[in-house]
């Protein structure tokens, strides 16, 4: 069931006037199976504020799962979220904008605020 990945700006919720960059994507196969791609979001000035790893796997234990954690400059992990499911499985039963909503952590913007330095 082939699935174009989601759109990483929006389960990011990333702000106006920063930039989100690819950094390459990896995957694995066999019993372990995974995608996992890698993002760095810049601001307006050009300074890195995030990097992302987003993933698509079926882990060792046989358990599907797709999500994502995001790191500050750096490098301290602040903010994650994982769904029980593949993500095609998930555009699958729902819309696609309902699967990338169902993606972002429900409490990113809170999370984020909490994370940002004074």
Do not use: K, N
Not at 13 to 41: K, N, Q
Not at 49 to 78: K, P
Not at 100 to 105: D, R, S
């Amino acid at each position: 069931m082939p699935c174009a990945p989601p759109a990483f700006e929006t389960i990011f919720r990333i702000p106006r006037g920063h930039r989100l960059e690819s950094d390459g994507m990896l995957g694995r196969g066999g019993r372990v199976f995974g995608i996992c791609w890698f993002h760095r979001e810049y601001d307006r000035r050009d300074r890195l504020v995030a990097r992302y790893e987003t993933y698509d796997e079926v882990g060792a234990d046989g358990a599907s799962r797709c999500g994502w954690r995001r790191y500050d400059e750096a490098g301290r992990l602040t903010v994650w979220h994982e769904v029980g499911m593949r993500w095609a499985a998930l555009v699958e039963s729902l819309s696609r904008r309902e699967a990338e909503t169902a993606l972002q952590h429900p409490r990113a913007q809170e999370l984020e605020r909490d994370c940002v330095p004074a």
